[in-house]
C-alpha cells in the first residue's frame, strides 16, 4: 500500500476517533434526556439505561415547550436580522469613510460592550415598561440587538478593511453609488464574515440569561429561561426534563454551525494573514 494511502487511512481514523470523543458528552446528554427518572437519581451507576419517550410526553403535556421554542426562535433570528440591518452599513462607514472622530465612534460602539450587564439592567426594565413591551417577544429582540450590535459592526469592519479599494475605485468609475457598491461588491466578497458575525451574535443570544429573566414573563420566554421551571417545586429537579430542553436549546445551534461551517471557518480566519 503506498504511503500516502496508509496516511489517508490513518488520518481518516484518527479523525473519527476524535470526532466520537468530542460526541460522548452530547451522547450522554442525550441519554439522560431519554431515560426515567427513577434511573438518573439511582445511588449507583446504570451502564445500559432504559430508553423512554416518557419524559419528552410529559413536558410537551404539561409545559408549552412549542411556544418557549418559538419565543426562542423569533427573538434570537430578528435580533440577528438587527444586527445585520444596521451593523454592515455601519462597519462599511467606519472601514471605508473618512470623517472627524471616526476612530472615536468605533471605539464607542465597542465599549458599549465592555458595560456591565447588571449597570444597565434595571434602567431597561423601566424603559420597556414605559413602552408597553415587557414580556414580549419585541423586547427581548430589541435587547438582544442592543447587546451583540458592537460585536457585528467590529468583526464586519475588519473584514471590509482588507478589500483592496481600487475595486471600489474601478465601481465608481462605471458610475456605480456607494449603496450599488456595499450591496453587488462588498457584502457579497464579505460573505463569510457576515455569517460568522451573525453565528456568534445568535450564540450570545440564545446564551443570554439576565435581560430575558427581567424582561420576559410567561407569555414571552425563551427556552433558556424556561429551564429554571424544571427545577425546585413539589417535583424536586427534573433532571431529564432539564436535560431535554436544553437538548432543544442547544441542538439547533449545533446543525447551524454543521450546515455553515465552510462560511464559518473562513470567516474566522480571514485576514488573519495579510499579503
Known amino acids: 500500500m503506498p504511503e500516502g494511502s496508509r496516511f489517508s487511512i490513518a488520518r481518516t481514523v484518527l ?44 413536558i410537551w403535556d404539561e409545559w408549552p415547550i412549542m411556544h418557549y421554542f418559538m419565543n426562542s426562535v423569533i427573538a434570537v433570528s430578528g435580533s440577528v436580522a438587527i444586527c445585520l ?30 458595560m456591565a450587564p447588571a449597570a444597565v439592567a434595571i434602567p431597561i426594565f423601566f424603559l420597556f415598561r414605559a413602552m408597553g413591551l415587557l414580556d414580549t417577544v419585541w423586547a427581548l429582540m430589541l435587547v ?39 450591496w453587488s461588491i462588498i457584502i457579497p466578497m464579505c460573505l463569510p464574515g457576515i455569517i460568522t458575525a451573525a453565528v456568534i451574535a445568535a450564540i450570545f443570544a440564545m446564551n443570554e440569561y439576565l435581560f430575558t429573566l427581567i424582561i420576559a414573563s410567561k407569555n414571552a420566554y425563551p427556552l433558556s429561561v424556561a429551564l429554571a421551571n424544571f427545577s425546585g417545586g413539589s417535583d424536586g429537579i427534573i433532571y431529564n426534563a432539564i436535560a431535554l430542553v436544553a437538548f432543544l436549546a442547544f441542538f439547533p445551534a449545533l446543525l447551524l454551525v454543521i450546515l455553515i461551517q465552510n462560511h464559518l471557518s473562513r470567516g474566522l480566519t480571514m485576514g488573519a494573514v495579510k499579503g
Open 85 to 114: 440591518v444596521l451593523g454592515i452599513p455601519a462597519a462599511y462607514s467606519l472601514a471605508r469613510y473618512q470623517y472627524k472622530g471616526r476612530e472615536d465612534i468605533g471605539f464607542y460602539i465597542l465599549s458599549t460592550k465592555m
Open 15 to 58: 479523525l473519527t476517533v476524535w470526532g466520537l470523543f468530542c460526541l460522548l458528552p452530547v451522547i450522554f446528554f442525550a441519554s439522560i434526556a431519554l431515560r426515567p427518572r427513577n434511573e438518573i437519581i439511582a445511588p449507583r451507576p446504570i451502564y445500559f439505561p432504559t430508553i423512554s419517550i416518557e419524559t419528552w410526553a410529559k
Open 144 to 182: 438582544y440587538a442592543a447587546m451583540n450590535l458592537s460585536i457585528v459592526v467590529w468583526i464586519i469592519r475588519s473584514y471590509m478593511i482588507d478589500i483592496p479599494h481600487e475595486i471600489e475605485d474601478a465601481a465608481r468609475t462605471d458610475g456605480a453609488s456607494d449603496l450599488r457598491i456595499l
